[in-house]
């Protein structure tokens, strides 16, 4: 007797956002665009398909949010792990297919993030590893450019101004996300992203 082979499921991370979800941004939006009133520019580098590293400065707890509400493409955070287990936004995560990553022990989250590419999505990851908490742009971590390497995914920077650490709005009406020139995986090198997440003089 041939046995029937065992379907395998799709991990979290790669399966298709539930409907639910869809739902909530939907809301999420309407609000986010009353509150921030949020001035976004270069979506025309955003691909309209195919895998995408978003790659975006962190000054507050909002700027996940606000990427997804100015994004036209659902958007796969990468994601501290602990934050992910709090109680109360667990299931949101599981909802939004968050990547949990443990700063030490990335193996797990780095593996994700690579799957979630390979499987052709949009996953964003802040570079610096935490919020900036005087707004200044830190150091970035090289792990992108693993990834990047590892899935051939281009990468996006994004660079985000005119919020406080809390979420809220500086001032209404000055919150800002441009999306900047969209870099093949060979020039995902961490001078190259830095210099196009600093903030334009003048």
């Known amino acids: ?36 009133r949020p001035k976004v520019s270069g979506l025309e580098n955003l ?4 895998p995408v590293l978003l790659l975006p400065n962190h000054i507050s707890y909002g700027d996940a949010a606000l990427i997804q509400a100015a994004c036209p493409r ?8 602990p934050i992910y287990h709090q109680i109360g936004l667990r299931w949101i995560m599981r909802l939004m297919r968050t990547i949990p990553l443990m ?20 996953v964003c ?8 908490r005087t707004g200044v742009l830190m150091k970035l971590r090289h792990g992108f450019e693993r990834i990047a390497t590892a899935t051939g995914s281009p990468v996006l920077p994004v660079r985000i101004d005119g919020l406080k650490v809390s979420g809220r709005p500086v001032t209404r009406g000055a919150v800002t996300v441009k999306f900047g020139t969209l870099l093949p995986a ?16 003048g």
Not at 125 to 132: M, R
């Open 74 to 81: 659902h958007v796969r955070f990468v994601v501290y792990e």
């Open 47 to 50: 691909p309209a398909d195919g």
């Open 125 to 132: 990851l802040f570079p610096e590893g935490s919020i900036s």
């Open 1 to 36: 007797m041939t046995k029937t082979p065992r379907k395998i499921k799709p991990r979290a991370h790669t399966k298709p956002v539930h409907p639910v979800y869809f739902f909530l941004l939907r809301l999420a939006r309407r609000f986010g665009n009353w509150l921030f």
């Open 186 to 201: 060979e020039h995902a090198k961490v001078d190259v992203v830095t210099a196009a997440l600093q903030p334009v003089q």
């Open 103 to 122: 700063p030490g022990n990335s193996g797990g989250g780095l593996t994700a993030t690579i799957e979630a590419l390979q499987a052709g999505h949009v």
